[in-house]
């Protein structure tokens, strides 16, 4: 046998075995979808399953609910669970290596494993037992399965077993995703405020009067272009590289949500929409669970999305009330400037000189040595990690009022009105809390817990502040009986919120900047509700997926007027960019290559405006990501101004443009390998939706990925959605009438590649197709017993 022959073979039997034992994994590690299991509920349970995989949970009880949905989310999402505990606690290293070894050290500075721990500690006995209750069930349902969940196979890892406090953690992780906690954000502000002069500052750092949509009308005074010179230090900062110049120009992490009052509806009940906007992955965030127990007599019905790690509808309706989130985007932390002695081991406080307090964290490697890492506290919260260890950092996640159990309460709510109540200090990242229920009320405040700040009447809290002396700080948390911003049935029967500024004055004092999005997504779905005086749920699913560039007009005015002249034309070729400009750069649909354009032009010219701020950034170990602002409303401010001192060096504002207009051309070209229809907006928006371990496994990984897609929809428009982030489900539903309800979501409720839940559902979100938002007739039903 030739040797050729003899490692084909070898070769051969490798992928058989590989192949072999993959399957082994996943189908010992399918969910049980029929039958009986004992797992120790107080009375028989069941698990029924529709054709889309969708759970109804039927129990005695709450507690046994909880067990039941807990046996569910192991048996389908263990290893997503993992991962959202290990990210808040800074153990994923122990499971997948030194790969994750630096995200797990900037994780630690939180000690977020001992705060879950001490808020579990400090929960009601009722409170504790429910998620006792969850995690008893989790427990079963992992041990239930026939072989561990596959990825512990890739891994060479066991699953390690549920504790109380690691639904917590799945919290904590969420505030990560939503509200980051790194303080970046304010030491970005106060670096550019140290390097600007106040005009400049005001200027650069305004909320946008052109893209404002506020509930409560009203509106920002724009702040002109400043009559002095273009700042000196920024000046500077030209000269230098910056190795990313790219901007975040907007609340990526985010959401919309909406709802129209009775007035406006065939049943006289209120409607509501909600589309979360999350990183996607395999498998996605939300999982579709109706949960139902008997309380008090009555039966409860919570219908929605829950996450896997907690056991709770997120968003949906209770039959009396629905409800949706968005991503508040206020100001939820504080970086503090710290006043340490020369050793660098005490600060001052207001009660004079204290020693920070030293904790050792240590992180297990898997595959390596355990590595410990030293964190420092102050009264207010850690230190942050060189080169900011001069300053510590305040955050609502730190304290037992941002990490609690009430938003378990919206199953027993009965009106808006009641609802909004329960709102005001719920342990949750704070939301836009959007409401409509049965009796045709709608209303918007705040879910979360708000810190009550005192400053001094000079403090910028934006920036780092000193908090030695009692002049700034935190007096608690505003509570029931405060006056707190709210919205309840406005005169035209319509609300919207979509990250952008809520409210202004006062309460907007109240809740701070946490860098709203500029605000045209919200303004388009004003608008989009403003133009329709009666409305079925498939009227805000319409919305949903408006994938118009209302947004991008003026810049594509600008290119089509000024920009793209005959003479300019005709000596760059460019006839066919300002056709397709002319003709399909009016929505972000997949075979729109003149938006693909539009976008790529606008995006070199606020790069290159703002490289400045970019290369300053930089320079102190900062990012023009970090900063609390919408970079489009100064930087077309500048460009309506047309002052020549802001521009690099040598250009007219003619040969700007052009020079952006050619730049962004080539850029995108490079990415088409020649092939002209890759410039197709759909091209160029391509899904990247993977499975995390993907990767790891030679030729089969991509299976587990969910197909490639070419997505509509993009930023600044109602439907969002890029190539990894967009719309994580889409819900409405109107109280009452849930039969008549939609909800999508991006992919199937099963983490198991060969489950028929897997991929279920997927090619309905991608391809805008609605579907009902309970579940359907039973196809599977397993029965939980004592």
Sequence with gaps: MSLLRKIFLFLLLLVIVLVAGLYYFLRGSLAQLDGQRSVGVSAPVELSRDDHGYLTVSAANRLDAARALGFAHAQDRFFQMDLLRRNAAGELSALVGPKALKLDKSRRIHRFRARAEAAFAGLSAEEKALLQAYTDGINKGLAALDARPFEYGLLRQPPKQWQPADSLLAVLSMYLDLQHGEGRDELAMGAIKEAVPADWYAFLMQHSADWDAAVDGSKPTPIPVPASPWPAQLGVAAKLA?????????RDIGSNNWAVGGSLTDTGAAIVANDMHLGIRVPHTWYKAQLRWKQDGREVVMTGVTLPGMPAVVVGSNGKVAWGFTNSTCD????????????????????????LKIFKERIEVAGGEAVEVEVKETEWGPVLAAPFDRYALRWVAYDKEGLNLRSMGLDGVGSVEEAQKMAVGVGIPAQNFMTADSQGHIGWTIIGSIPRRHYASDADMDTPQDWSTGANGWDGYFVLGDKLPKVYDPADARLWSANQRMVGGTELAMLGTGGYDLGARGQQIRDDLRARKHFKEADLYEIQLDDRALFMQRWKRLLLDEVLTGDFVARNGLADYRRAIETSADRASVDAVGYTWVRAFRDRVQEELLQPISSYLESKSLSQRDLKWAPETPVWALIQARRND???TGNTWKQFFERAVLYSREKVLETTQGNPDNLRWGRQNLSAINHPLASAIPLLGRYLNMPETEFNG????????????????RIVVSPGHEQNGIMVLPGGQSGNPISPYYRVDYADWANAKALPFLPGATEHKLTLMP
């Design 646 to 648: 802001v521009l690099p």
């Design 714 to 729: 993009d930023r600044h428009m109602p439907r969002v959605q890029q190539p990894v982030h967009g719309q994580s489900e």
């Design 332 to 355: 939820w932390t504080d970086v503090i400037a710290l006043k340490l002695d020369k050793t660098g081991t005490k600060y001052l406080s207001p009660t004079g000189e204290k020693p």
């Design 242 to 250: 910056c190795s990313d110049c790219g901007l975040r120009d907007s």
